[in-house]
């Protein structure tokens, strides 16, 4: 049986399991937009997915964020944790507040960098790549400028 604790062999990486409130999420990855849950009633934005405001329990919509952000808080994984990491490794897993939804937070790879570079707070953009092994699209971000 395969684990994750089994060399250092490439494998396929977990694919997203996309539920009612999280569909429309993947789906705007899928048609190259990083779009996140705003409330029709207050305008807070969210993120994950639910299915009604979890702060005045109104009703969701998908809005496009221009991708621009900052580093809320990380970590940098030197060990195997899931399978399809294993030549990325170290690598940095991030959450993200985007520019336009101070109240969200996107967890996502920091790509392109070296682990050393990435500090909280730095700015970030995202890019929407294929996730191997599926047909969906994950936002991972580079440091700007």
Known sequence: MA???EGDSPSVRPQPGPDDDSQGYWQH???GDL???RCSSCSRWQFPALERCRYCNGELRYEAVSGSGSIHTFIVQHHKVAPGFE?????VIALVTPDEAPEARIPARI?????QDVT???RVTAELVE???GSYRV???RLAG
């Open 120 to 122: 909280i707070g730095a």
């Open 35 to 37: 779009a996140l849950q």
């Open 29 to 31: 990855l899928i048609d």
């Open 3 to 5: 684990g994750i604790d």
């Open 111 to 115: 790509i392109g960098c070296s682990p």
């Open 87 to 91: 030549q990325e490794r170290p690598y």
């Open 131 to 133: 996730h191997p092994g």
């Open 139 to 141: 936002a991972v971000f």
